[in-house]
């Protein structure tokens, strides 16, 4: 204690000198909530943020996107059918993101960076900024041991995935804390990888894009009939098959819809001969990834939110931050039941059909289609919930990590 200090009545606020910080990872910025929200909070208090990341197509390279500098150094693929497509890309975002970091660090130090994994490696491209005291925030959105065997081996024995959980528990070292996505996933790095108390849980909480807007009743009678929306990335896990399966059970019963997928991945091609195999092409749309604000513009005509994770490994255990931006906005969400999800939700809060089952799964969504009271009551209950569970509430959570790390006072 300073022994100039003369009690706590004259004790002056301590100014809060603003942080430089940068995210980043292999994602694209404008479509990634997660990282949208971090590194907002930290410029809306007066950190200084810049992003270094992957670019969509036409994208500008450099670019100021809500007061944030954003750098794009490189391009992705979304064809990603071998393991060397995947992998050398990643490896090239790591040499390349490796040397953009450290130049940015020697002109004007990083007091931390937040890393956004998988693959869980890009981390050791801040090895030279920690041993200069930067601190380090690994944030793991998907456990890249779980999504790459569900991805591209038969099962945890093989020797990429050893490696792979090899590489996590080297990289949750080099971290001065980690973020898991979702509470089963800080269970599973704990026994694993990181010790209890240099990891927090915190879930894809759904930001002011989302919470600031509402669904539009009359959106019920779009010209196509109502809108059943999916907006996400196009992999297996996400299980887009079962929902056209099920769009083509109702079709064949004259249920009006449009079930519109708007995003991109692996399974993209498939989905579309799919939809043209069955018929579907004036009721099925598979569209492009776009920018978040745009997706929820588009959430505010939907009747009816779709999430049709497969409760098989990595699926079973992610958690999508979809049912809540739905829920923000005001759409009743049809979810399949999945560990993740049954963890977080009850039937009161979303319409769960069984995962995997195209059957169930038209059953339950006719059932939200047609009845209006059930889709209200989805509704309220699920507006309050996110009263109670949105970034604003809970972003102290974060900016308290940061903090802490950085022994930065709090804002005054």
């Known amino acids: 204690m300073n022994e100039n200090h003369h009690g706590p009545d004259n004790k002056k606020p301590e100014r809060r000198r603003p942080l430089r910080a940068c995210m980043f990872g292999y994602f694209t910025y404008e479509n990634d909530a997660r990282v949208l929200r971090y590194a907002e909070a930290l410029a809306e208090r007066g950190d200084a943020v810049e992003v270094i990341c992957i670019g969509r197509p036409g994208a500008e390279k450099n670019e100021i996107v809500r007061g944030v500098p954003v750098y794009r150094i490189q ?6 059918h071998s393991e060397s497509s995947f992998v050398g890309p990643l490896v090239w975002f790591l040499i390349h993101g490796a040397m953009v970091l450290t130049l940015k660090h020697l002109r004007r130090r990083f007091d931390a960076v937040h890393v956004h994994v998988p693959p869980d490696f890009h981390v050791f491209a801040l090895l030279l900024l920690r041993l200069t005291g930067t601190k380090i925030v690994l944030d793991i959105h998907d456990l890249s041991p779980e999504l790459f065997a569900d991805k591209f081996t038969n099962g945890h024995a093989s020797i990429q995935v050893r490696l792979l959980k090899v590489l996590e528990r080297a990289a949750c070292g080099v971290a001065h804390h980690v973020i898991a996505a979702n509470d089963l996933w800080r269970t599973t790095l704990v026994s694993r990888s990181v010790p209890d108390d240099r990891c927090t849980a915190l879930i894809n909480y759904p930001g002011p894009i989302f919470t600031g807007r509402k669904a539009v009743p009359s959106a019920e009678k779009g010209p196509r009939g109502p809108l059943v929306l ?5 992999g297996t896990h996400q299980g887009l098959s079962v929902g056209v399966k099920a769009v083509k059970i109702l079709a064949d019963r004259q249920v009006p ?9 692996a399974e993209e091609e498939s989905l579309r001969s799919l939809v043209s195999e069955l018929k579907l092409e004036n009721t099925v749309s598979i569209k492009g990834m776009l920018p978040l604000e745009q997706i929820a513009e588009i959430m505010t005509t939907t009747t009816v939110g779709i999430v049709t994770k497969l409760d098989e490994g990595f699926g079973g255990q992610a958690f999508s931050t979809k049912i809540l931006e739905f829920m923000a906005i005001g759409v009743p969400v049809l979810v399949s039941s999945t560990p993740v999800d049954r963890y977080y939700f009850d039937d009161s809060l979303v319409e769960f059909f069984k995962s995997g089952d195209s059957d169930d799964c038209a059953k339950h969504l006719q059932r939200l289609l047609e009845d209006s009271e059930l889709r209200a009551a989805r509704i309220a209950r699920g507006l309050e919930f996110v009263r109670k569970n949105n970034w604003d509430v809970k972003k102290k959570i974060y900016l308290d990590i940061v903090d802490r790390l950085t022994g930065a006072p709090h804002a005054v």
């Not at 391009?75 to 990603?80: I, L, Q, T």
């Not at 999916?230 to 196009?234: A, D, I, K, Q, R």
């Not at 819809?257 to 991945?265: D, P, Q, S």
């Open 75 to 80: 391009g992705r693929s979304f064809h990603e």
């Open 230 to 234: 999916y907006p996400g990335s196009l």
């Open 257 to 265: 819809l449009h079930f519109a997928i708007y995003g991109r991945g």
